[in-house]
C-alpha cells in the first residue's frame, strides 16, 4: 500500500513538473513575441521617420534646383537687382537675414 502510495506521488510530482515546464515555456514563448512584436512595430516607425525625412530632402532639393535656377537666369540676363531682390524674398521667407552678407 505504502509504494502503491509513493508511487503515485512520484507520478503526480512528474506529472506537475512537466505541467510546469510547459506552463513556463508557454509563458516565455509569449513574452517572446510580445518583444518581437514591439520591435516590428519600432521598425516599422522608424522606417516611415526615414521615408518622410527622405521625402522632405528630395522637397527642399527640388525647391533648391528651381531657385538657383531663377537665380541663374536673372543674372544671366543682366537682372542683377532683380537678383538681389529675389536673394532677400528667400531670406525674408526663411526668417535668416544673415544668410548671406
Not at 15 to 22: A, H, I, K, N, S
Not at 73 to 98: C, I, M, P, T, W
Amino acid at each position: 500500500m505504502i509504494t502503491m502510495l509513493c508511487v503515485s506521488v512520484l507520478a503526480l510530482n512528474i506529472f506537475t513538473w512537466r505541467l510546469v515546464g510547459r506552463v513556463f515555456q508557454k509563458m516565455r514563448i509569449a513574452r517572446e513575441e510580445e518583444l518581437t512584436k514591439r520591435r516590428m512595430e519600432h521598425i516599422v516607425s522608424l522606417s516611415k521617420q526615414t521615408h518622410d525625412e527622405d521625402e522632405r530632402a528630395l522637397r527642399l532639393h527640388h525647391d533648391l534646383k528651381n531657385h538657383l535656377g531663377v537665380l541663374y537666369s536673372l543674372l544671366k540676363d543682366g537682372n542683377v537687382r532683380q537678383a538681389d531682390g529675389y536673394v532677400k524674398q528667400l531670406q525674408a521667407f526663411l526668417g535668416k537675414e544673415d544668410v548671406l552678407p
